[in-house]
């Protein structure tokens, strides 16, 4: 049984890993395969500060808000792990600031401590009258990705450095189940409309002092699109870019003024920060995470898709919801084959 | 008295922060500070810099109070200014966490710290041996840079300072108006304190960026402070004890102690081992005094003895002292007025 993973973000990486160390024992001629454009540490969840931390409303999306919260809880089951540094795991608390009045979250009772900012909080950031402080973990791309892919490696799972142009290019090597975790590129091997990038373009500085996250909303602009900071435990992430429809992966020199200039206003000690790098990504955005099985027929073969797409900038928020969601679609795939491959009782 | 003399003994946080104060009341005083030791090489240096206060048996509640609050007052507003890195001064959330609920379950400064309340049932699960815990989100004040960014702030006014070991308060009369005490635990040989006694504290400075948050047992012996580039790891407190040289069997016990609350702390990097001498007392002796010898007067006003809270309120008393030195001063005008008639 040959599955092919497409795509090595967090979402094609941990997908990967629920389904080999769910049903390895069970089939044992399990052959996982991860194809991908890009690795660590050129991948969109590269890019990304790594906090866990959801859209301000889930928009009635019930099914991705479980999926956070079993991120979350599987992640802090790993927080006092001997793993957890090597993961790039750790709590982090912050702020999350409006200028006016919000209902709570979703996420409220997901993350540690949640409450409303007190008034003299409040006087650290002018401008904003609302706020709340939370306890919520950092999971660092960087770290988690090489972490992941040594698990895979370890499981004897291959890699393949390699564009994949379409499904059928794989079904016809003779792969038996595709997962498409292709993220951005998910267009590409199947039209989507629905799939949209939201650029997102942020400056990493020093600034060992900040030990908390920040971060504004613009209820009329939308997530993201107001300053935000995010500690890691190498340098900080500025940023504050959300562009719907922008496909360009280059630095803007007006979206870096626009970041500088207000999380500098927003906390006037990093005018002492040193920057240290700078980055755009597009964030998979799209309604709703496409999480389902297409079935594909190629001739007088049926062809199995998994799709595991369109996290936006909640990737490292969901993706193990997703990778566990993903994991029982591929346990549901199996079994009907199973169904399929029992020969049929006698004809009396 | 035109330019009254001020010579401030003590290069610590309070000798600094009290001369700094001097020179905001008092203008036209020409301020000194005299010390054996400069940054990084006080006590002040080795303590994590922390605003959880300690509490001082015998000195009123409502005056630590003050000097709480105008210490952290003072430190936010640099906090949330362009100076906080060069100061090393930032805000850090975290716990205090108890094996067995505390008597006094609101301290004194509870109102003062952001954010302060009981931890949930959610959170406590991360420390297991612990039932009761508190939340709140405070101050730190890194040193070496806050004791740097204090000097700088104090020659930018004029005043000097020298290395310089004083033996006797005495050897300095001729030369200065008023003293002030701030020796922390020098008080102790230099007025022949005997209330003021040593707390011997050995901490490990690590390398641990991942820590974010501090982590204190509320019986004051473990702690986990996270500064801009090194987590403070404690501690002891051993009254009594002189002794300044690190001890390996401390190091083990304090390291296994600070990760038993912070598992991931087993791959902290760098350990650098220190130890200071909390200058300890009953209350801390915010006080002027009048030396007398063979006709001679000299004003002293004395800072010391703020044992484990230096950094919590040292400037309310900074503060308190440069108030003190303020009515010295007028002491003096008023008798060389009344000298002159």
Redesign the interface.
């Known amino acids: 049984m040959r599955v092919a993973v497409i795509g090595a973000g967090v979402i094609g990486l941990s997908s990967a890993l629920c389904i080999h160390e769910q049903f390895h024992g069970l089939v044992p001629s399990l052959e996982l395969e991860v194809y991908a454009d890009h690795f660590t540490p050129h991948t969109t969840s590269d890019g990304a500060a790594g906090l866990w931390q959801p859209y301000l409303s889930d928009h009635g999306n019930l099914q991705e808000t479980l999926w956070n919260k079993e991120t979350f809880d599987y992640l802090l089951g790993h927080?006092?792990?001997?793993a957890?540094?090597e993961m790039?795991l750790?709590?982090?608390?912050g702020y999350n600031l409006f200028t006016e009045p919000v209902p709570d979250p979703s996420w409220k009772n997901i993350v540690?401590?949640f409450?409303n900012?007190?008034p003299?909080?409040l006087e650290?950031f002018p401008g904003y009258s609302f706020g709340w402080?939370n306890?919520a973990l950092?999971l660092e791309g960087r770290s988690y990705l090489p972490w992941l892919t040594n698990r895979l490696m370890q499981r004897g799972v291959k890699f393949f450095h390699k564009k994949i142009e379409s499904f059928q290019e794989l079904f016809s090597q003779g792969v038996d189940v595709v997962l498409n975790c292709s993220g951005m590129r998910a267009g590409d091997l199947q039209p989507d409309p629905e799939l949209q990038p939201g650029r997102g373009q942020v400056i990493k500085v020093l600034?060992?002092?900040?030990?908390?996250f920040i971060i504004t909303h613009d209820l009329k602009s939308g997530i993201y699109d107001s300053p935000y900071i995010i500690?890691g435990?190498?340098f900080t992430v500025l940023g504050g870019i959300y562009q719907h429809g922008n496909w360009s992966e280059e630095n803007s020199a007006k979206d870096h003024k626009f970041i500088w200039d207000s999380c500098c206003r927003l906390l006037?000690?990093l005018?002492?920060?040193k920057i240290v790098g700078e980055w755009s990504g597009l964030r998979p955005a799209r309604p709703s995470v496409r999480l389902e099985r297409e079935s594909i027929r190629l001739g007088n073969l049926q062809a199995e898709v998994i799709h595991n797409y369109g996290h936006g900038g909640f990737g490292i928020t969901i993706h193990r919801g997703c990778a566990m969601a993903a994991a029982r679609l591929f346990g549901s795939i199996l079994q009907e084959k199973r169904q399929l491959a029992t020969p049929p009782g006698p004809r009396l | 008295m035109a330019s009254p003399k001020v010579a401030v003994v003590g290069a610590g946080v309070i000798g600094l922060s009290t001369a700094l104060c001097i020179t905001e009341t008092c203008p036209s005083c020409s301020v000194t500070v005299l010390s054996d030791q400069f940054s990084p090489n006080t006590t002040s240096d080795v303590a994590a810099g922390m605003l959880i206060p300690h509490t001082y048996p015998d000195t009123l509640i409502h005056r630590q109070k003050q000097w709480f609050r105008e210490t952290f007052t003072y430190l936010f507003a640099i906090s949330n200014s362009a100076e906080a890195s060069e100061a090393g001064i930032h805000l850090v959330s975290g716990w205090q966490i108890f094996k067995s609920t505390p008597k006094e379950e609101l301290p004194f400064w509870s109102d003062i710290v952001l954010g302060f309340r009981p931890m949930s049932e959610a959170e406590l699960q991360k420390f297991p041996e612990h039932r009761f815990g508190q939340a709140f989100t405070t101050l730190k004040c890194d040193c070496p840079p806050y004791l740097l960014w204090l000097e700088k702030r104090l020659k930018a006014t004029g005043a000097q300072m020298y290395t310089r070991k004083v033996a006797d308060l005495w050897e300095l009369h001729s030369e200065y108006d008023i003293v002030v005490n701030c020796t922390g635990m020098g008080a102790h040989q230099l007025v022949g304190d005997k209330q003021l006694f040593p707390v011997r504290g050995q901490v490990l400075k690590v390398h641990a960026p991942w820590v974010k948050h501090f982590i204190r047992d509320g019986d004051g012996l473990t702690y986990i402070y996270p500064g801009i580039d090194r987590v403070t790891l404690g501690g002891t407190r051993e009254k009594g004890s002189w002794s300044l040289s690190p001890d390996p069997g401390t190091t083990r016990d304090i390291f296994d102690r600070c990760c038993s609350l912070e598992p991931s702390l087993q791959g902290a990097q760098d350990i650098e081992v220190k130890v200071g001498l909390r200058p300890s007392r009953q209350c801390v002796r915010v006080q002027r005094e009048i030396l007398s010898q063979g006709g001679v007067k000299l004003p002293v006003v004395h800072n010391y003895g703020h044992g484990a809270g230096g950094f919590s309120v040292h400037r309310g008393t900074a503060n308190e002292a440069a108030h003190l030195v303020g009515e010295c001063i007028s002491a003096l005008q008023g008798s060389s007025s009344r000298a002159k008639l």
């Open positions: 927080l006092h792990s001997p957890a540094k790039g750790f709590l982090i608390s540690l401590g409450r900012l007190t003299k909080e650290l402080f306890t950092m600034a060992p002092w900040v030990k908390h500690p435990s190498e006037p000690a005018q002492k920060a």
